[in-house]
């Protein structure tokens, strides 16, 4: 789990009443799949493991730093993490519609914030060109079916491949067109995180 992105929230940003800081968590890199797929609630053989086991770890850190917890699955109704990401990350919006960040390329996945009642001192995020601007997307191209245009993401054309027997290739290793993206390879998910979370988007 890592530090990801902080902000101090404004009144559009609808952090929970009483927020100066907010504080987001998730991947930043292979170490995290290490972590969770060592821990009690990867092994118990219950659902919702991942998002278990992020509760416990973020819910920990919010204690220590007497904040407030709050995860973007558990709704609906749920938490703004993608204005939230917006408003404290330096990222923009790929080609595939997810968002792309300079260091991690499109291997950013939130798994909790922390609300914290003092407004903190935090670093200035630095901003960076759009780095899909001058590029050729080869991540549309290596999608096996077109799922990804202009005119945003067919889950429906995209659910059916996965169910089919040609959709093989992306069940093994995930989607191919995100491990296409030439930017923050070293932040790859394995072929066993990515089918984890495949799986999961799969039979949602």
Not at 117 to 136: V, Y
Request: one cysteine or more; proline letters at 8%; hydrophobic letters at 40%.
């Amino acid at each position: 789990m890592a530090l990801t992105g902080w902000f101090h929230p404004k009144a559009d940003d609808k952090a929970p009443v009483g927020t100066a800081t907010m504080l987001l968590f998730g991947y930043g890199g292979p170490s995290l799949w290490k972590a969770f797929r060592t821990s009690p609630e990867a092994t118990d053989k219950s659902a919702h493991g991942l998002d278990r086991w992020s509760e416990r770890v973020v819910t920990g850190l919010a204690n220590q730093f007497g904040g407030e917890a709050l995860f973007p699955f558990g709704g609906p109704p749920y938490q703004p993490f993608i204005r939230w990401t917006y408003a404290g990350e330096a990222i923009h919006q790929s080609k595939l519609g997810m968002s792309i960040h300079a260091e991690r390329g499109l291997w950013s996945g939130w798994r909790g914030a922390v609300a914290l009642p003092e407004r903190i001192d935090l670093p200035k995020i630095t901003t960076t060109d759009h780095l899909c601007a001058p590029c050729p997307a080869p991540c549309r191209d290596a999608c096996p079916v077109g799922a990804f245009s202009d005119d945003g993401y067919d889950t429906v054309v995209c659910r059916a491949h996965l169910n089919s027997p040609e959709g093989a290739p992306c069940r093994a290793a995930g989607c191919l067109a995100r491990r296409a993206c030439p930017v923050g390879r070293t932040f790859a998910q394995s072929a066993q995180q990515a089918t984890f979370h495949l799986e999961a988007f799969r039979v949602a």
